[in-house]
């Protein structure tokens, strides 16, 4: 080390352009004089010998220019040669450091690799769901999404709206001037491809003929959609699908194309392969695109039926678009509203007030940001205190060091090592370890987002490595800054060294404001590990209440299973008989306790439907709360867990022989009927010629698929087939005796395979995962505000370990004569004790004082849990308190372990 | 006296380097050197050979320092660098097996 540092000392100053031209001038002078000189010794005249001296030079101003050159060539490499070897230098120098101290090294590391991980996956989530535009789209920021701003009867306010009919579309694609492609799709729906056992269900967009235009794309194999293949009437019988379904299905062959795929009675032709990733102008996963005129066949919603193409009633498709060159937003707004306002005259009742807008599909440029989005942002900055908590454990480990390396620091002063290169040493000794820290991070990282793709974020088209080139440059990025803020601190601390005091003092004593910066640091830990625990307590509750709301259905006991008979060509008679089967069968199936149909269900869709009550002109019943109609059979209640409050249910005889009778859930009951009992009560059905249907019986409130809706709906039950004309999908219900319910998800299907050939595919599924959208922003921010605040407590512990066990080493002395003088153990231990549990009480105080303060901040994401929840609050406190106890423990038993004996002889 | 030859630039550095060999010289000192030894056979421009110095500089084969002359005149002294003197082992015995194997041939008499 030492001749580096001495041979530094010699160091030639940096040339600047100048300096280096009189060097060689003067060189070429000195040259020629002593040329000369020698020319004259051999008898010339001084004019012949400067003609010859000048010859024997070469071309006067070449020579020189060329000179010249070459030495700012010369210098440039030696000054960069020198730099790469100083800097080589500093590097072996750090490698050296990091080898004696292996514990050291890998606890700096591990904690580098939590900080920088962390802040890995969580740039890797948010650039995928809010830096990138959808993959594969020409100038995504040109192409927008229309939506419309709505009022509703009977409710206050307007509501923002993608959803449009068919002729509505037509209207904007056709007579907005300002827009010149504008195409229409679907969301991804579940549709079924084949027949019996090898059936399966894949996620397909129905799009218009001009979709793959308007978005500018490029197939990667064959060719893409064009209009003539969703034209009117009936367009061609063509799929296109997705690059990860050609492979996934397909191998990515290329016979691929040309095969045909059944869905329902139509048989598709694959035409061609989108290119990988893309997912439309949107990014949620999807396997194939289908010309919208496939819209009857595929049995799409199958309730509009004929009606899609002239239904305005019917909203069931979006529309982008790409502005005109020269069109301004504001001028396509004016115009889309006039025009869609101007169509919608023709169907009664419509939102003559509606106002169109255009949305850029730009994840960055929305109005809103999804429930995931917001979290995901949220948990970006928790990531972010993370790696402060990393760096200020770090800092303080590097510290430390700093300390047990005084003397070798002191030598190095002494030998004349500048302080600047002494800095630029603890900076790039912090940095190496920063490196290493995020190569370990970026397998943090790859766990990471594993856990985010394949669990909490899964309604979201992940395609291609999490480690791409930007989540690389990200990693490279931050562990550069948090290896120069980490090394800064020591580097400007040990300017204030003083030599002499270095020198002549012995390893240990002094370093006191040392230890309150360090003691500072832990504090700035503690108070961040206070504000993340905080945050996951309360996700964490709000997880709870939102697992704990009474749906009026046992979700997680019940199977639900559905298949599309329809399009494939059952007839309605062999349908029923079908169901039939499939719930007797079902009611012998071991493990099943109860089996029932329905029609139309809680999840999934329903059928909102005209009620009339005698006497009652317009039921006050709010818009969009129902009521809904849902045709049963025997045991429907008793299978899905709905309670009846009132009455009684319906039985199996009532619906065998279609009798007139009615259940109608608490909500409506009490809307309805709000003074007296509404058992008796008559409720006509569609219209006011058919008979009465009796009330015979009022169920507790059962939810609408969104369970966190503002309003309860209004539901009326009634024997299967009194709604057949509305209601042709049905579902069988079965309800899991005991044990997780998704071990029946195969039995189910292998015995409704086994009732029929030829099935297509059944949709098996629990019925609680038909929450999982709504669940996941909370499982999101509970999963990862869990990890991120147990990592900083685990940070923050081991910190507050080595400074206490750091200080118990310096005054091991101390400690020795207080012992020899009498001090019990139990005083030593409080001695040491306090100063850990100080450190955290002031970090809750502190910590606590900030939660409180940001509380406002993530209010909209939590869920009926206050952020100044009390129990919330005060469970952190002691949970930090408890971990500082712990921590501080083994270093104060040490304490009161130490020998008043060596104490005394030590000097 | 026949026409001097030139010099070509990777031999002119060995040169050079060989000159160092017997000690730190300033520039004049090294043309000197060389003037004598090649005995007016070599075509030696002396900016050129400031060039070669230069370069060996750059390539740490040669060091620099600023000294004063024994007539009391600051001057830029070179001396070799540890690789330097390895370089010029190399190059030497590089440049001697291939001007015995060229003269080899060339001197091979022809068949009567």
Known sequence: MLPSGVRRLFRLAIRRDATIADDTDEEIRLHFALRVEELMARGLSRDRAEAEALRRFGPWREGRAQMLAAARQRDRRLTMVERLQDFWGDVRYAIGQMRRAPGFTVAVVLTFAIGIGANATMFGVIDRLLLRAPAHVAEPGELYLIKAWQHYAGRTGAFVNSGFSYPAYVDLRDRVAGLSDVAMQTAPNDLTVGRGPSAKKVRGMLVSGNYFRTLGVRPAAGRLMVPEDAALPSGNQVIVISHGFWQREFGGRADAIGRTMDFGTSKLTIVGVAPPGFTGAGFRPVDLWVPVTMFESLGYMSFIGKAWTSSRGAVWLSIVARLRPGATIEQVNAQATATHRGGQMALPGADSTATIVLESILPLRKESFSPEVRVASLLGGVAILVLLIACANVTNLLLARTMRRKREIGVRLALGVSRGRLARQFVVESTTLALLGAAAALVVAYWGSALMRGALLTNFAWSGSPLDGRLLTFTAVAAGVVGLATGLVPALQHRSFDLSSVLRDSAHGGGMSRTRTRTALLLVQGVLSVVLLVGTGLFVKSLQNVGRIRLGIDTERVVAATLDLEPAGFTSAAIEDLYRQLEARARTMPGVQHATLGEGTSFGWVLGTKVIVPGIDSLPIP?????????????????????????????????????????????????????????????????????????????????????????????????????????????????????????????????????????????????????????????????????????????????????????????????????????????????????????????????????LAAGRFVRSMLYEVSPRDPFILGGVAVILLVVATLASLLPALRATRADPLTALRSD | MANPLPVLRGTLDTLVLKALATGPMHGFEITAWLDQRARGNLELLDSALYQAVYRLEARRLVSAEWGITGHNRRARYYSLTTAGRAHLRREVSNWLRYTTTVSGILTTPHPA
């Open chain 1, 623 to 851: 818009p969009g709360t129902g009521p809904n109609l849902v045709g049963i059979s025997g045991d429907y209640f008793t299978t899905l867990g709905t309670r009846i409050l009132r009455g009684r249910s319906i039985s199996e005889e009532e619906i065998r022989s279609g009798a007139r009778v009615a259940v109608i859930s608490e909500e409506m009951a009490k809307r309805v009927w709000p003074e007296k009992n509404a058992l008796g009560a008559c409720v006509k059905l569609v219209a006011d010629s058919v008979p009465c249907n009796t009330v015979i019986g009022v169920s507790e409130n059962v939810h609408q698929g969104s369970f966190i809706e503002e309003a309860p709906t209004s539901w009326v039950f009634v024997p299967l087939n009194q709604g057949r004309q509305f209601l042709r999908a049905r579902t069988l219900f079965v309800r899991v005796a005991r044990g997780p319910a998704d071990r029946m998800i195969e039995p189910v299907r292998q015995m409704i395979h086994s009732t029929t050939a030829n099935l297509p595919y059944p949709d098996v599924r629990v019925l609680s995962s038909h929450l999982g959208d709504e669940l996941r922003p909370w499982k999101l921010g509970a999963t990862m505000f869990g990890a991120f605040g147990g990592l900083a407590l685990v940070v923050m512990a081991v910190g507050l370990y080595s400074v206490i066990a750091y200080m118990v080493g310096q005054r091991m002395r101390e400690l020795g004569v207080r012992i020899a003088l009498g001090a019990a153990p139990g005083n030593i231990l409080r001695l040491i004790l306090s100063h850990g549990l100080r450190v955290a009480a002031g970090s809750a105080v502190l910590g606590l004082l900030i939660a």
